[in-house]
């Protein structure tokens, strides 16, 4: 307990007395703990991405106009069976026209045009299947068009998507791998920074650790205060970034909202950081601390044999 | 108290100490005398195991100091005393901090450095300079901090290396007098040092050192060389 107290005391002590060394060394493990939970926000930000995309993609099955709508049901009933499938969006001949008058309602040339068709509706109505897994798409045309309602059906608008899907596909992979790569690019990186920057402060402190081993000192007597610092340095630094990811990420959101058009109400950092924050906070500390404490740790270790 | 037997040290081919073999007895007042080169510090850096013989044998308190592990230097160095020629201070302590961690590295319970630091600050004329940092004081004062530190945990042997060597003359006769009232106190002290006036003024036991060797063991000795 005596122990406990006296190296507490002896750490904070050197941690506010040595006040521009320790002020270096929380700046610089704030930098690593936010360049490491900004690839982590960025992986995340780079999934929600994708997946809000791939949530949009759907296949488009046309059918002939004179084709009812009870065997339309049907087909749906039919590919609701199929696992791939996530869901059905039924749009009917009346709904198709209906939003494309909507979509045209400034077109003029569309306007008069429909206007001559005299109340005739030139649109088929269209089942949108979204499949549960993006790679699931071309077995799933492959079924519709195998099916025993292919000949209801006028076109499947899939093949002009396909390259689309199979870039997105791809895309998807490259962002999931390259986010982990620099996750762990630039941990090891911070970490190096990180543990440079403790080893010269503690450095500077190659004669007192001398000191301390003359006067009697053991290498845990030693090893504590530092330690502590270690300690306090991480746990500063990851609650300056904890706070400050908070406050950044609201002014950040807007940005990304703009420059994400489309699926701007998708995309809101704040809120993942906000309902992931004690996960995130966890992480900065732990990181904050291993990396104070082990390189603390290590930079005193090569000093202590005298 | 201190037993030392057939003991060399040497660097590659620079053969520093050569065969020494030498006793302290308790509370005996002992100078090492000898020009700067001589291995007086060497001398003293293997009696608190900085430093590692090449070979012979070192003894104190009974206990063969060579053959100790590192894990057990620590208990060693709490028996001994030390005083440097550069003080060795930890500057962002206070006086009171440098002096108390002595007693702190050896587990000593607060009540016992509450009251033991201010009696031995006393004793060193820096109770009223506890809450300074080693550099507001002059070089004088620093070893005086020094002189407490290795004083306050009561160990039975003293050893200073050129404690004076970095003072002005009324600071060296300071510590001077105070050694030598530790040493009447019931403390073995061990001084190394080249300070002609000091060793004559002493006119206790001088051991001779030159080149590597004891030259001269004299019971009251003065400065010849």
């Known amino acids: 307990m005596i122990f406990l107290k006296r190296t507490t005391k002896a750490g904070w002590q050197s941690f506010k007395r040595n006040g521009l060394v320790s002020s270096a060394a929380i700046l610089i493990l704030f930098i690593t703990v936010s360049s490491v ?57 009346e709904k198709a026209l209906e939003n494309f008058r909507a979509l045209r309602q400034n077109d003029d040339t569309v306007k008069r045009a429909l206007e001559e068709l005299s109340g005739q509706n030139p649109l088929p109505a269209s089942l949108h299947v979204k499949a549960g897994d993006p790679n699931k798409y071309k077995n799933l045309v492959e079924d519709i068009e195998s099916s025993q309602f292919n ?112 699926l701007g109400e998708d995309i809101n950092l704040s809120n993942y950081y906000a309902s992931n924050w004690f996960w995130f906070l966890l992480l900065q500390i732990v990181m904050g601390i291993a990396i104070g404490v082990v390189s603390s740790i290590i930079a005193v270790r090569k000093y202590i044999k005298i | 108290m201190i037993k030392i037997k057939n003991l060399s040290k040497s660097y590659g081919n620079i053969s520093i100490l050569k065969d020494i073999s030498l006793e302290v007895a308790s509370t005996e007042f002992v100078s090492l005398v000898g020009p700067s080169g001589a291995g007086k510090s060497t001398l003293i850096k293997l009696l608190i195991r900085e430093e590692f013989p090449t070979s012979g044998n070192i003894f104190i308190e009974n206990e063969d100091i060579t053959l100790i592990p590192f894990s057990y230097l620590p208990n060693l160095r709490r028996k001994i005393g030390m005083i440097f020629q550069d003080f060795k201070l930890l500057p962002d302590r206070t006086v009171f901090e440098n002096v108390s961690f002595a007693l702190e590295v050896a587990g000593a319970p607060d009540i016992q450095i509450f009251t033991d630091v201010p009696k031995v600050l006393k004793i060193v004329g820096l109770y009223n300079k506890r809450d300074s940092f080693p550099l507001e004081l002059s070089g ?60 004559n003024a002493l006119k206790r036991r001088v051991v001779f050192i030159k080149n590597g060797k004891v030259i001269r063991d004299d019971q009251e000795g003065r400065y010849m060389l």
Not at chain 1, 187 to 198: G, K, P
Not at chain 1, 238 to 259: E, H, W
Request: charged share 20%.
């Open chain 1, 37 to 93: 939970t900004s690839v982590f926000l960025f992986n995340a930000l780079s999934k929600k991405v994708v997946k809000t995309i791939q949530d949009k993609i759907s296949i488009g099955v046309y059918f002939y106009t004179n084709v009812p709508e009870q065997q339309i049901f049907q087909f749906k009933e039919e590919l609701n069976k199929y696992p791939d499938v996530k869901s059905i969006i039924y749009i009917s001949r």
């Open chain 1, 151 to 262: 000949s209801l059906i006028e076109s499947v608008d899939y093949s002009d998507r396909q390259i689309a899907i199979a870039n997105l596909n791809s895309l998807s992979k490259k962002v999931t791998q390259a986010g982990w790569f620099v996750v762990i690019l630039f941990t090891i990186v911070a970490i190096l920074v990180s543990f440079n920057t403790i080893r010269l402060a503690i450095y500077n402190e190659k004669s007192k650790i001398e000191v301390m081993r003359l006067v009697g000192a053991n290498n845990v007597f030693i090893n504590a205060p530092y330690t502590m610092q270690g300690i306090l340095y991480g746990l500063i630094a990851s609650i300056i970034a904890f706070f400050s990811f908070a406050i950044i990420l609201r002014f950040i959101d807007p940005i990304l909202q703009g420059y994400f058009l489309g």
């Open chain 2, 140 to 199: 004088g004062e620093q070893q005086r901090i020094a002189t407490a530190r290795a004083l306050v945990h009561r160990p039975s042997i003293l050893i200073a290396d050129e404690p004076t060597g970095n003072l002005d003359p009324f600071n060296t006769w300071e510590i001077i007098r105070l050694l030598i009232r530790i040493n009447e106190l019931g403390t073995t002290v061990v001084l190394a040092t080249h300070d002609k006036e000091i060793i």
